[in-house]
């Protein structure tokens, strides 16, 4: 038996983890496999502990693995993995260096396509790509490593290189039935997942389906499940939420699904068994707008089953800007749809994308005049990240003005506008959140006491809180910290900060 440590890196970047901690769902689930297959696993969850490369060693001295695996991992969908790829290789680095016997795994997103630059260094410390969808590959790959070279040129869906040559075997069939994957939930340390934003709680990330056919130019996507989408029966993960409810005190759910409601009987079905099971979780979501406007009959089931909260990617309200990016809607689209979550009593969230190659000040101030229009609950303001291997990598390249992986966390500024410097890209993403933020704050003040005010408030308050820490947005308008101690004198603060502070004081007292 074999002794196989998943490690996630440890990356950590402003607006991914500022309102909670995700649990490795991926991780969770190739530790099932490796288990399932009679080897002995653990996880270390890097990132959500706050560890260091330090602390990694240590980890990796202390077990003694004979393999490492780790990904190029971030708790969302996937779309912006690329940015822990070089944190990812040390980690691999540094299992070679305790003990050159270790095999080392690398999978993700990031290294299915690119998996001949990462082999390209001749120190290289990977000795295994998993290419594509991994669970059933990491099953075969670990049987098949003791039985020598032979077995492993049957072993679909890996990358590797041989006498200085990068070969690839055929990829792995998806797997048909997801239900029989079996994430190993026990070797997670579950006090390391919480959300922050009031009414607080464990959270768990949870799967329903796999895949996305949808045609966006900036996410990986579609092209990492080779346009295929399936999902789970609706009973089977009704079952394991009621389990991380009754096991593990698990409050609120994400669906890290890229595409939950693609059918839209299928999910009906799910929200129905939520709603019958009574769970008394919270429920947070991405999902397409044509599908909140397909379902707007039936929005009050979303609430109903709890569903709290819903991310969508309105993107642009330019028409020519959301063809490029093969968004497939409509601004009039994401307008329809954000007021019916609004009237069905469901807190949105609303990505406008900022930083393109045509860029001036003149469209950042139409994105912030959209936005207001659009009026979403929450806005982020993503700064458009060309990753390597989607389709407005090629479109963009001649703008291309960061190589370093690390930085396409879609916050840093990656490419450079004809007619504006990547320093003003940085200065306009404050001037974006400034201007949303300082409009909106008197709109939540205003609202009835209730569970959307103080929810709110304190999304609010760990948003903004430590942005000066992480960016520099010098010149935008943005105060560069919030100390909540008294001497901030910003117009924003002393509007949200007395009920921001009663909200969060609720969620640090349980």
């Not at 308050?461 to 560069?480: Q, R, V």
Request: aromatic share 10%; with cysteine.
């Amino acid at each position: 038996m074999s002794k196989i440590l998943f490690v996630t890196a440890p990356y950590h970047c402003w607006g991914v983890q500022v309102v909670g901690n995700w649990p490795p769902l991926h991780m969770a689930y190739l530790a099932g496999v490796a288990l399932e297959t009679g080897h002995e696993a653990r996880i270390y969850d890097a990132m959500n502990k706050n560890k260091s490369f330090d602390d990694i060693r240590e980890e990796i001295v202390r077990y003694q693995p004979d393999f490492v695996m780790t990904l190029d991992y971030l708790p969302v969908t996937g779309a912006i993995s690329t940015a822990t790829i070089p944190d990812s290789l040390k980690i691999l680095d540094i299992a070679k260096e305790i003990n050159p016997a270790i095999t080392t795994l690398l999978g993700g997103p990031h290294p299915t396509f690119m998996y001949r630059e990462i082999f390209e260094p001749a120190e290289s410390n990977v000795d295994y790509i998993l290419v594509g969808e991994m669970e059933r590959t990491l099953q075969q790959l670990l049987t098949a490593l003791p039985e020598g070279t032979p077995a492993m040129k049957q072993t679909k869906g890996i990358a590797f290189k041989q006498e200085g040559e990068v070969k690839v075997n055929p990829k792995q069939p998806h797997i048909e039935n997801l239900d029989e994957l079996k994430p190993a939930w026990h070797l997670l340390d579950w006090a390391d997942y919480q959300y922050q934003v009031e009414p607080c709680g464990t959270m768990a990330s949870i799967l329903t389906s796999r895949g996305c056919d949808m045609q966006c130019a900036f996410c990986s996507q579609r092209m990492f499940w080779n346009e295929d989408w399936r999902c789970r029966k609706p009973e089977p993960v009704i079952e394991e939420m009621k389990m991380l409810i009754e096991t593990y005190g698990v409050k609120f759910f994400t669906l890290i699904d890229a595409y939950p409601t693609k059918h839209r009987a299928r999910w009906e079905k799910f929200l129905d068994l939520v709603i019958e099971a009574d769970l008394g979780v919270h429920l947070l979501i991405e999902t397409r707008v044509e599908d909140i406007i397909r379902d707007e009959d039936i929005l009050h089931k979303y609430r109903e089953a709890g569903i709290i909260h819903i991310y969508i990617g309105a993107e642009s309200a330019d028409k020519d800007t959301l063809n490029s990016l093969n968004k497939g809607t409509s601004f009039e689209q994401n307008k329809q749809a954000l007021d019916l979550c609004r009237e069905a009593g469901i807190i949105t969230e609303a990505s406008f994308m900022i930083g393109f190659p045509n860029e001036t000040w003149e469209s950042i101030e139409n994105t912030i005049a959209s936005a207001q229009y659009l009026n979403p609950d929450i806005a982020v303001f993503p700064v458009v990240t060309p990753m390597p291997f989607t389709p407005i990598h090629a479109e963009m390249k001649d703008r291309i003005r960061v190589w370093d992986y690390s930085q396409y966390n879609l916050v840093t500024p990656i490419i450079e506008p004809y007619e504006m410097t990547m320093d003003e890209i940085t200065q306009a993403l404050g001037t974006c959140y400034m201007r949303f933020y300082g409009n909106k704050m008197q709109e939540i003040i205003d609202l009835e006491e209730g569970f959307k005010r103080k929810y709110m408030l304190s999304a609010f308050m760990l948003m903004m809180k430590d942005h000066g820490n992480k960016f520099d947005f010098a010149g935008s308008g943005m105060p560069t910290h919030f100390s909540f101690d008294g001497t901030d004198d910003h117009p924003m603060l002393a509007k949200m900060k007395e009920m921001g502070k009663m909200a969060g004081q609720k969620c640090r007292e349980s």
